[in-house]
């Protein structure tokens, strides 16, 4: 059953300062480095949200370590990697998994090379790294992360990516993990570039298969030394060379076999009919309503890829007659991240892709026919072309009902700051807020520090950590700290948050889709694997409310089955946990509400 076009384009449903705003709903993290956290209480400017920096308030203090700092030699150095919102001990709380890297030539001492790093939700808006019992605490150019169930015991499994192997970790349930990955079948022999992943059941069999971007083959032996003079040039500088140039590599599609373990069916799939590609970022969503997941890949200086799903085991690549592979004037980009919503509540999901420097970024508006229209400079997200673009996600940052767009940036040439161009090396975020009628506008300005400092910054996780109900922000920033970006004022207005456990469909529920309708407005999501660039966000669905108190409906169809559930008359400002056949089991209110 497809669901039904609507366009709504109004935005008077939805007004600033919801009526249930309550006094006590101030935000636990207005601070400074000399202030403690319990001495913190203080009410927002009630008329706008703030995004701040708490990072080291919160105790995220490992360092990311990526290449060289003034100078890269090789393109592995300019790459970066993602981080993580999930709840690796289901006790309703978002931790925190950032990945890490390496430098080139250095050998580190005993105990002192960087690692990968697992941070626990303390509850209280602190963390608590607990990388050392985990297990996760592996040292190695590691790129991607993505986040899904493959079992179907309960516990959500993370599966990581990098220049060299990739490991598929099992979560025990008990704080740990176990690198299963040749138990898994998923182990090869050929060390390659992995990128971006993502967990989805392309064949509705309720267990969940796993797709793998690579990036491009790149030899260790092959790295220009630091006193090789061989370079390459943008705008008259010498730089590290790549990608063009350098062979790129083929797309992985594998198929779950019910019992622990997977086989490549890249072949048999069409996965591999593009050829190579030099593909960074790959998210599952159903985009054309036939209730099959289809797998869209960002695709570096190359055309991207939108694989429709045929029903049938097998995929065909798209892109070029959807509209989704070039730019509107029909140029190849370099594609970097990815955020898919249905922005303008038409029910046809919808596609923004980040790409580099001096080139826009593409917002791809599903017409509901098979084809997108590139309407990047209508829209207005077309404003800012002088960063190179990473991370990126549709946030109702502030709960009116509409998904706006975070863009984070930094540039991957460190040398361009002895220069002067428009461009420098570390960047600010953008932030464009959705005006309901198909428009959005930059408010980068207006949104508090978190968002106007700057790093060279690459992946980016969304999702409510502090469970406040305002959608929250952890960044990775290239040879510097985390930054965990706190949303100040998103939560003084309604929304609902919802959390699925499937029994016949997987267990995580990817795939699974809910429309949220209040009167005439009708949002939807799908729960998803992998997105942003490289990165997990949160699992659980967020939809923003405005002045409603109550929904009118929620539907929620299983992927499996297609069957459809629905639940009337639900009251906002909570998060509710709804397991397949049983329909919800566990409510939670925030107590400042």
């Known amino acids: 059953m497809n669901f039904l076009r609507r366009r709504f384009l109004g935005s008077s449903l939805f007004v600033l300062g919801g009526a249930l705003t309550d006094a006590l709903a101030t935000p636990l993290w207005r601070w400074n480095n000399s202030t403690p956290l319990q001495a913190v209480i203080a009410t927002p400017d009630s008329s706008s949200v703030q995004f701040i920096d708490v990072a080291q308030h919160a105790g995220l203090t490992a360092p990311n370590v ?131 992943c993502t967990f989805l059941d392309y064949d509705r069999d309720g267990h969940l298969d796993l797709f793998v971007c690579n990036y491009l083959t790149l030899d260790s032996k092959k790295i220009p030394s630091p006193t090789d003079p061989s370079y390459c040039q943008w705008k008259g500088v010498p730089i590290l060379c790549g990608p063009r140039g350098l062979p790129g590599d083929t797309n992985i599609l594998y198929h779950n076999n019910g019992d622990g373990t997977f086989t490549d069916v890249s072949q048999k799939s069409g996965i591999l009919k593009p050829g190579p590609r030099y593909s960074i970022t790959a998210v599952s969503y159903d985009f054309d309503n036939d209730g099959w997941p289809d797998i869209y890949v960002a695709v570096d200086s190359q055309p991207s890829i939108l694989f429709q799903n045929n ?52 917002l791809y508006h599903n017409n509901g026919d098979g084809t997108f229209s590139d309407v990047t400079f209508s829209a207005g997200t077309s404003v800012n072309s002088r960063y190179v673009a990473w991370g990126c996600g549709f946030v109702d940052y502030d709960n009116d009902g509409w998904q706006d767009i975070v863009q984070i940036n930094g540039h991957v040439y460190p040398e361009i700051d002895n220069y002067h161009f428009d461009q420098t090396f570390k960047n600010p975020r953008l932030v464009y807020k959705n005006l309901g009628n198909g428009r959005f506008k930059d408010v980068s300005a207006e949104m508090g520090a978190g968002i106007s400092e700057h790093f060279s910054s690459r992946g980016a996780a969304f999702g409510d950590y502090d469970n406040d109900g305002g959608m929250d922000i952890l960044i990775l920033n290239l040879n510097d700290l985390p930054s965990l970006l706190h949303n100040e004022g998103g939560s003084k207005q309604n929304w609902i948050k919802i959390k699925l456990v499937g029994t016949k469909c997987n267990r995580t529920a990817i795939g699974a889709r809910v429309r949220v309708i209040t009167g005439k407005h009708a949002q939807m999501d799908e729960v998803h694997s992998g997105t942003s660039v490289m990165s997990q966000s949160d699992l659980r669905l967020h939809f923003g409310l405005g002045a409603i108190d109550t929904v009118d409906l929620i539907e929620v169809k299983w992927p499996t089955t297609q069957k459809i559930e629905s639940f009337k008359q639900v009251r906002a400002n909570q998060i509710l946990t709804i397991r397949e056949g049983d329909g919800i089991i566990d409510t939670f209110k925030p107590k400042l509400r």
């Open 66 to 196: 990526w290449g060289g700092v003034d100078h890269k030699r090789s393109i592995i150095e300019t790459k970066g990697s993602g981080v993580a919102f999930f709840d690796y001990d289901n006790d309703g709380w978002l931790d925190i998994y950032l990945t890490n890297g390496n430098r080139l030539d250095t050998q580190w001492p005993t105990g002192q090379a960087p690692t990968s790093h697992l941070y626990k939700n303390n509850r209280d808006g602190t963390f608590t790294d607990v990388t050392a019992k985990s297990g996760l605490g592996i040292t190695g150019w590691q790129t991607g992360v993505c986040i899904g169930d493959y079992d179907n015991d309960g516990w959500d499994d993370l599966f990581c990516c990098f220049w060299g192997h990739n490991i598929l970790f099992h979560n025990n349930g008990n704080g740990t993990f176990t690198d299963v990955t040749r138990k898994s079948g998923l182990y090869q022999e050929q060390a390659r570039w992995g990128a971006g």
């Open 311 to 362: 029903h049938d085991g097998t995929f065909t690549d798209v892109a070029v007659m959807s509209g989704t592979a070039y730019s509107d004037s029909g140029h190849e980009q370099a594609g970097m991240g990815v955020a898919v919503a249905d922005y303008d509540c038409d029910g046809w999901f919808d596609i923004f892709k980040t790409n580099f420097a001096d080139d826009t970024c593409n």
